[in-house]
């Protein structure tokens, strides 16, 4: 999520199937600018158990060279 709360990437699917986020804003290919981004992790397991508890959160900083 950028500062005013818009969604930029959403996974969903196996883990082990995920390339990792690119830094393009979904939907339109446009790279994020360098700053703080909130984000938000939850899940449920390979044996379908859910984690509906609180989810993961966090700030990561997005740097370019």
């Given at each position: 999520?950028?500062?005013?709360?818009?969604?930029?990437?959403?996974?969903?699917?196996?883990?082990?199937?995920?390339?990792?986020?690119?830094?393009?804003?979904?939907?339109?290919?446009?790279d994020?600018?360098?700053?703080?981004?909130?984000?938000?992790?939850?899940?449920?397991?390979?044996?379908?158990?859910?984690?509906?508890?609180?989810?993961?959160?966090g700030?990561?900083?997005?740097?370019?060279?």
């Amino acid at each position: 999520f950028d500062r005013a709360g818009k969604e930029l990437y959403k996974y969903i699917g196996r883990v082990s199937d995920w390339q990792g986020w690119n830094g393009k804003i979904k939907g339109t290919g446009a790279d994020c600018s360098v700053g703080v981004y909130y984000y938000e992790i939850s899940g449920t397991g390979w044996d379908n158990v859910s984690y509906s508890g609180k989810p993961y959160r966090g700030f990561v900083h997005l740097f370019k060279e």
